[in-house]
């Protein structure tokens, strides 16, 4: 069987079963988070583990560093990996964008068009094609680094300025009190803390605080 339909609403019509009938294996293949968008394919097997409180089939997740971009979506990663899934970063290019279910389907996703329609999908579960995907993305997945320890190899190294700084926004000093302490302007703190923020890849100040927490420079 080889299918192809356009966009996700038709994916799930189509094939939509198919992510509430696993039982041994799920393997994701994507560039971020937003890939796979629509709520009903994304939350089919959410709901399966839900269900039992834990993974009960291995879950496999092989992402880009796009899937690291912003706060939610590393917190979202971290309540997967906390109820059994397995998350791999590939610095390198993904052969392809899909998913495996029990070795028996695959669910390819062609590239967005330029166009910025919607995107065609095959869905197939002829073993040669199948078994030949799964290859592909289990050499990936053995090239990749866990969640974990690619987090630690991309964090960023804050001089002794840029710690003092970070302790002052974890204490929860005014700006005007932070920089009294540290000894500086208050328009020289202020464009430390802007600085900070954008070295930790964060959006405010209480993100900078939990991105510091996540990568190990709180303590």
């Not at 356009?6 to 890939?35: I, P, Q, S």
């Not at 993974?55 to 990996?81: C, M, S, Y």
């Not at 804050?158 to 000894?183: F, K, N, Q």
């Amino acid at each position: 069987m080889v299918i192809t339909v356009r966009g996700e609403t038709e994916l799930v019509a189509r094939a939509g079963h198919l992510f509430a009938t696993v039982k041994d294996e799920f393997v994701c293949a994507a560039r971020d988070l937003n890939t796979w968008g629509q709520p009903e394919a994304r939350e089919a097997v959410n709901r399966r583990v839900s269900a039992v409180g834990h993974v009960a089939f291995t879950v496999r997740k092989l992402l880009t560093p796009a899937a690291l971009a912003d706060e939610d979506g590393r917190r979202h990663l971290r309540q997967i990996i906390a109820r059994g899934a397995q998350v791999r970063i590939s610095a390198s290019p993904l052969p392809c964008e899909t998913i495996v279910i029990d070795r028996s389907f695959a669910i390819l996703a062609e590239a967005v068009p330029a166009s910025g329609g919607p995107r065609e999908y095959t869905v197939t579960n002829t073993p040669s094609v199948v078994g030949g995907v799964w290859s592909l993305l289990e050499a990936a997945w053995q090239a990749a680094t866990g969640f974990d320890d690619y987090l630690r190899s991309d964090r960023p190294q804050l001089d002794a300025g840029g710690r003092a700084v970070l302790r002052m926004l974890g204490d929860g000093h005014t700006d005007e009190s932070a920089a009294r302490r540290l000894g500086l302007s208050l328009r020289t703190y202020r464009r430390r803390v802007a600085e900070l923020l954008a070295v930790l890849e964060a959006g405010s100040r209480f993100q900078a605080g939990v991105r510091a927490g996540e990568l190990g420079l709180t303590g």
